[in-house]
């Protein structure tokens, strides 16, 4: 059974660092291209970074384009989100996604198999 556990979200100031981290179990992590989006309260589940099976190729949405950056352990099973300048924008719930038929998940949320539960970030003024 396929799991994966996002980690790492909280309350910081605007300029803070947070690092997401997700955890995978269940399938071959090191075949699976992986990615994270976010969903803000009222809005719709946004992509925010890509990278694929071999963490050679990553992609970023322009509004964390330089800001964040995307990483992965094949070793460790899991996938990181490091998130530096943190804006109030930034706000939503962060998911990390999973995509065992791709090499390269890319932005489209429907090339994602599995998701996880999210983890909260909150981003204040």
């Known amino acids: 059974q396929v799991q994966l556990v996002e980690s790492g979200g909280g309350l910081v100031q605007a300029g803070a660092s947070l690092r997401l981290s997700c955890a995978a179990s269940g399938r071959t992590f090191s075949s699976a291209a992986m990615g994270w989006f976010r969903q803000a309260p009222g809005k719709e589940r946004e992509f925010v970074a890509a990278?694929?099976?071999?963490?050679?190729?990553?992609d970023y949405a322009d509004s964390v384009k330089g800001r964040f950056i995307i990483s992965r352990d094949n070793n460790k099973n899991t996938v990181y989100l490091q998130m530096n300048s943190l804006k109030p924008e930034d706000t939503a719930v962060y998911y990390c996604?999973?995509?065992?038929?791709?090499?390269?998940?890319?932005?489209?949320?429907?090339?994602?198999?599995?998701w996880g539960q999210g983890t909260q970030v909150t981003v204040s003024s």
């Open positions: 990278i694929s099976r071999s963490g050679g190729s990553t």
């Open positions: 996604a999973a995509d065992w038929s791709r090499y390269y998940g890319g932005k489209d949320p429907t090339h994602y198999d599995y």
